[in-house]
């Protein structure tokens, strides 16, 4: 059973960081593509960023340059640092992970991140 545990949010004043994790289980982590998606109120899920099985990492325009996502096989998890936050980053974010071979995704629960002006 596959299963996607987030944590590292919080309440941050903007200007600052927040390093999110996402622990996977269930033995798909290193086959696939993982991501940061997050959810603000009112709005619709968009995706943050991603990175291959490859390594090969794309971002969202509005995060560019300030947030960078990586994982690390061994511990099966993704990490998404995110620096310079600004209040428009307050939302839930929630790990994913697509598994092409099955074209399937997996979420996890989410996490909160608030960020003050």
């Known amino acids: 059973q596959v299963q996607l545990v987030e944590s590292g949010g919080g309440l941050v004043r903007a200007g600052g960081s927040l390093r999110l994790s996402c622990a996977a289980s269930?033995?798909?982590?290193?086959?696939?593509?993982m991501g940061w998606y997050r959810q603000a109120p009112g709005k619709q899920r968009e995706l943050v960023a991603a990175?291959?099985?490859?390594?090969?990492?794309n971002y969202a325009d509005s995060v560019k340059g300030r947030f960078t996502i990586s994982r690390d096989n061994a511990e099966n998890t993704v990490y998404l640092q995110m620096n310079s936050l600004k209040p428009e980053d307050t939302a839930v974010y929630y790990c994913?992970?697509?598994?092409?071979?099955?074209?399937?995704?997996?979420w996890g629960q989410g996490t909160q991140v608030t960020v003050s002006s």
């Open positions: 269930g033995g798909i982590f290193r086959i696939s593509t």
């Open positions: 990175v291959t099985s490859g390594d090969s990492t």
């Open positions: 994913n992970a697509h598994l092409s071979i099955l074209n399937r995704d997996f």
